[in-house]
């Protein structure tokens, strides 16, 4: 009988054995028909066998999930470059699924906390915000997930090393540079070093720690005269905001500074030139780090005489009298009576002069107010401006030693045991009490105004409305409308909270949203 695409032709199907047509394998009427029901006992489909993956597949579910998630970890290891520990992740992922692995992004993220907390375990240095941006989740996820698999695994991570991250950070970045590579070492030390410094400052207390490590890296790269290295470029490197690095190294500049005090010529050096003269600064951390602790007593601490003549010849420089130094006239030259200066003494082979603050503060003021008499008076002639290579601070390369406990990477209790001559308290923790006094005033002139209102001779007794005082002291209508500019939005928020009764010590913790949520906006059950 042909079929209904009038061909003739019929092939029969083996498995089967139903007549089928050759050409539109049709199947064919047949007297041979099988059922392929039952029960229990019922025959098994040819198909699909329970269990596995679908026609032609021997291989099963579960087989499929674990090769494709070991697939997915090499990925990862391979992209984050940790392709060494990648066996002691995928153990760890095993462990904690009971083998079952998984899909999903959810499972991505379990990747990238399981290779943070390995490379932690192993003390190598590892920012969280690569990690994240490699699995493409957010770095509050990732941190989640990664203190759920320490609590899982119950495990205890050794305290993350900054200057780790440091030099790991930098490794990478200058590998790009043509930086000579003793060059390149002698900076490594150096941010090693201002780096423990930043965490003996507490500029790291309570912070991410990588927009630290970006500031420290464009101030290296400033002292040392590398070319392009801006803050900007390491920021995007290091996976870090660009404005918190500028605000991380405007700190790390202020502490320079305030380091910068004690030494003669402290009082010239501010935040736009102090890296102008951070080797001299960088130099006195350093001997002050090599003090042996708790040394009692009035100490002398060494500077060496080339620094400064090179700090005088600076101030020379500024304004052109360089003839007078080579002509021998200065008299800051001359070979002096050592009896002139009692405080001045010298080692046993007389190459380092150690001076004391005040002999050196002695001879630094007289030279630096005589200059600046001779420019006033007209002395010096015609101001030329040169600059002098020879005189950039940065060419000097002897005021580094790297002889410091500080270069090396440290632990937090033994940067915090070492001197460097200034200690802070913690930034995060100085505006948490300017903030504090800030709302403390605000109560205080809150409850001055609404006095005022219940009771308006509360003012005139006691003479405690200071707005009033001051406008009447001032005068005048431009400087009332100024005064009244000053209530913002923060003093009515306070002003509501004192009318429903907050006390004032919540208040002055600034939880405005959640006092109003709690006090104002339900006020029904006061």
Not at 319 to 332: H, I, K, P, R, V
Request: glycine letters at 8%.
């Amino acid at each position: 009988m042909p079929c209904s695409c009038g061909s003739h032709s019929t092939i029969r199907d083996d498995q089967t054995g139903n007549l089928v047509c050759s050409k539109c394998y049709t199947i064919l009427d047949f007297d041979n028909y099988e059922a392929q029901i039952g029960g229990i006992t019922g025959p098994t489909g040819t198909n699909i066998h329970i269990g596995y993956a679908g026609t032609g597949s021997r291989i099963s579910y579960k087989d499929r999930k674990i090769y494709q998630a070991k697939t997915l970890i090499h990925g990862y290891a391979l992209r984050l470059d940790i392709t060494y520990s990648e066996s002691g992740i995928t153990s760890m992922i095993e462990e904690i699924t009971d083998g079952e692995f998984g899909e999903g992004d959810w499972f991505n993220v379990l990747i990238g906390a399981c290779s943070y907390v390995v490379m932690r375990r192993g003390k190598k240095f590892f920012p969280a915000a690569e990690v994240a941006k490699a699995v493409g989740c957010d770095i509050y996820e990732l941190g989640r997930m990664i203190a759920r698999v320490v609590k899982f695994l119950k495990l205890s991570l050794p305290e993350i090393s900054i200057a780790g991250l440091f030099e790991r950070e930098f490794n990478n970045y200058m590998n790009r540079k043509n930086v000579d590579e003793d060059k390149k070492e002698m900076m490594m030390k150096q941010g090693i070093f201002l780096v423990n410094c930043a965490v003996k400052w507490s500029l790291t207390t309570g912070r991410r720690p990588l927009p630290v490590v970006a500031a420290v890296m464009a101030f290296v790269a400033e002292l040392n005269g590398v070319d392009g290295l801006k803050i900007e470029d390491v920021a995007e490197h290091v996976h870090a905001v660009v404005s918190t690095c500028k605000l991380r190294y405007k700190e790390l500049l202020a502490a320079l500074v305030r380091v910068a005090q004690v030494l003669p010529w402290g009082k010239d050096i501010s935040v736009k030139n102090v890296v102008k003269y951070a080797p001299f600064v960088i130099q006195y951390m350093e001997l002050k780090s090599m003090e042996a602790p708790g040394g009692g007593g009035e100490r002398v601490e060494p500077f060496d005489m080339e620094d400064v003549i090179s700090e005088c010849l600076q101030k020379v420089a500024a304004y052109g009298n360089d003839e007078n130094l080579s002509s021998g006239d200065s008299q800051y030259f001359e070979v002096r009576n050592r009896s002139d200066f009692p405080t001045l003494s010298n080692d046993n082979d007389g190459n380092n002069l150690k001076l004391s603050h005040e002999c050196l503060s002695l001879i630094y003021s007289t030279f630096s107010n005589e200059v600046d008499a001779e420019k006033l008076n007209g002395q010096s002639g015609q101001i030329h401006v040169r600059k002098r290579r020879g005189l950039e601070p940065y060419a000097y390369q002897d005021w580094w030693s790297g002889k410091s406990e500080l270069s090396k990477k440290l632990l937090l209790k033994q940067i915090l045991e070492k001197e460097v001559g200034f200690d802070m308290m913690p930034p995060s923790f100085i505006a948490g009490c300017k903030a504090n006094e800030r709302r403390r005033q605000k109560i205080d002139a809150a409850k001055v105004r609404i006095n005022k209102i219940m009771d308006p001779s509360y003012a005139g007794s006691d003479g405690s409305d200071n707005l009033n005082s001051s406008e009447v002291a001032c005068g005048g209508k431009k400087r009332k409308r100024r005064q009244a500019s000053e209530i913002d939005w923060e003093d009515f928020v306070v002003e509501a909270l004192l009318l429903h009764r907050v006390k004032e010590e919540d208040i002055e913790k600034g939880h405005y949203r959640a006092l109003l949520g709690l006090y104002v906006f339900n006020s029904g059950t006061i």
